[in-house]
C-alpha cells in the first residue's frame, strides 16, 4: 500500500507536532512531501530536524507565492496548515481546489467571510476537511463527555467555565503576531476556539445567541503607564531594560527558540520576543462571554491571560446534580525546547455532586504528552490505523466552524454592545 503524502504550511513551532509524528512514529505509513513557508530559514530548521533527529531525509521546500506549483511537483494527499491564522483559509480552499484533503490548526480562519468561503470550498470539491481539536482528545476531557452522555447528572441546564493563562504561556500571545487582531482575531477566536469547542463537544450542542464584554486590562504601554512603569523597551532579547522584566523573553535562552526564530530574523524581519507592555496591541487580554444553546444550556465563560497559575475551572449544572471540574497545566513558552511541556496536566479532579446522593471523585488515567495527553491522541487518530471512536472526538469542518462562530459573535458583541445570533454569521 503506497504511503500517503503530506504537504505541510507554515513551518513555526507548532507545524513541528506533525512533521516529527509524521518522520518517525509514522514513516512507515507516510511521507512528507514538501515544507511551504514565508521563511526560508525556518524550513532549513525545519529539514534539521527531520535529518538529525528523526533519520529522514530533507524534503523540498516553497515559499508561499509558489504555493500551487508545490501541490503540481510533489503531489501531496494532503495538505497540513499550520500558518498564521489569517492565511488559514488561503490554503485550506487552495489545496482542497487542487485535488487534497486538508487538516488545519485550529481556528478554522478567524472571521465570517473567511469561514463562509471555507465552508462553501468544501461543499464545492467535496474534500475532506479536518482540525486538529487536541483537547478533546485528553483523558479527563473525553471522561467529561462520557460522563454527561451517561447522564450521570441529567440534562445539563447550565455551564461556568474559567480559563487562566499565566504570566508566562499567556503573556506569550502578547510577544508574537497573535497580539495583532487582524492576524488572530484575538485570544476569543485563537484561543478559545478550544474551549467553545470542547464545550459543543461536551454538551453535544450548538452555540445561538452570543454576548460579550472585554478589554485590554493589564498589557500594553497604556496599562503600564498606568502602573507606574517608566523603562520600556521593543524586544527582550539583548535588551539591558528587558534584563529586569519578568515579562521578558530572551530568544538566547532557548537553543531551539534562538534556531527557529533569532538566527532567521533577516529573512522576513518577525520578532518573537516583542515587548508585552509595547504599542500595538489591539487584543483583549480580559474577557467575559455568555453563549445560549441550542439545547437551551447557559454558559458563562471568562477568560484572563496574566493570572498566577494555567489552568481551568468548569461546572456542569444539570437537573440531577453538578460536576466540577479543576486543571492545572504547566506553564510553557510555545516552540521552546521542552515541548511536551505544553499543557500538560499538573493536577487534574473530576468530582459528581448528585442531586440527593454523596459527592464522589471520578478517577481518570494519566496519558503521557502534550496538552494531557492529547497530542499523541490526536496523532494517532490523523496518522494511525483507523479505530472505532463512540465519543466521535475527529474534529470535522463543521465543528470548527461552531467553535469559532462563538469567537467571532464574541468579537462583533464587543464592537456593538448586543447580543449576536451565531446562524446570522455564515450559512452551513
Known sequence: ??????????????????????????????????????????????????????????????????????????????????????????????????????????????????????????????????????????????????????RVIGDVTSVHFEWLLDTKHGADYFRRWHRDKRNSGGLLVHKATHHFDLVNFWLGARPKTVFAMGDLLFYGRENAERRGMRQFYYRGTGSKVAADDAFALDLRSDPDLERMYL?????????????????????????????????????????????????YRVAFNGTDGRIEVNVCERSYVSGGTRKSAEGAVERKEIVVLPMFGEPYKVEVQDAEGGHGGGDPALLRDL????????????????????????GMAANKSMRTGQAVQVDELFEL
Open 383 to 406: 496518522f494511525g490505523e483507523p479505530q472505532e471512536d463512540p465519543l466521535n472526538r475527529a474534529a470535522s469542518h463543521i465543528d470548527g466552524a461552531l467553535s469559532i462562530a462563538v
Open 1 to 150: 500500500m503506497p504511503k500517503k503524502r503530506y504537504a505541510i504550511v507554515g513551518v513555526g513551532s507548532r507545524a513541528r507536532l506533525y512533521y516529527q509524528a509524521l518522520a518517525s512514529a509514522y514513516r512507515e505509513t507516510s511521507e512528507i512531501a514538501a515544507f511551504c513557508d514565508i521563511n526560508p530559514g525556518r524550513m532549513d530548521y525545519a529539514n534539521s530536524i527531520l535529518v538529525n533527529e528523526c533519520g529522514a531525509q530533507p524534503v523540498p521546500t516553497y515559499l508561499p507565492w509558489d504555493f500551487e506549483k508545490m501541490v503540481q511537483d510533489t503531489k501531496p494527499d494532503v495538505v497540513i496548515v499550520t500558518s498564521i491564522d489569517r492565511t488559514h483559509h488561503i490554503y485550506i480552499n487552495k489545496a482542497m481546489e487542487l485535488g487534497c484533503d486538508v487538516i488545519t490548526e485550529k481556528p478554522l480562519t478567524i472571521d465570517e467571510e473567511k469561514c463562509q468561503s471555507i465552508l462553501d470550498t468544501v461543499k464545492k470539491t467535496g474534500r475532506n476537511l479536518r482540525v486538529t481539536f487536541n483537547y478533546r482528545y485528553a483523558p479527563y476531557n473525553s471522561k467529561i463527555r462520557e460522563l454527561i452522555c451517561e
Open 263 to 311: 538566527q532567521n530574523e533577516k529573512y522576513d524581519g518577525y520578532l518573537r520576543d516583542q515587548s508585552v507592555f509595547g504599542d500595538g496591541i489591539s487584543i483583549e487580554d480580559t474577557m467575559a462571554v455568555m453563549v445560549r444553546y441550542d439545547t437551551k444550556a447557559i454558559l458563562t465563560y471568562s477568560l484572563n491571560a496574566y493570572m498566577p497559575w494555567e489552568g
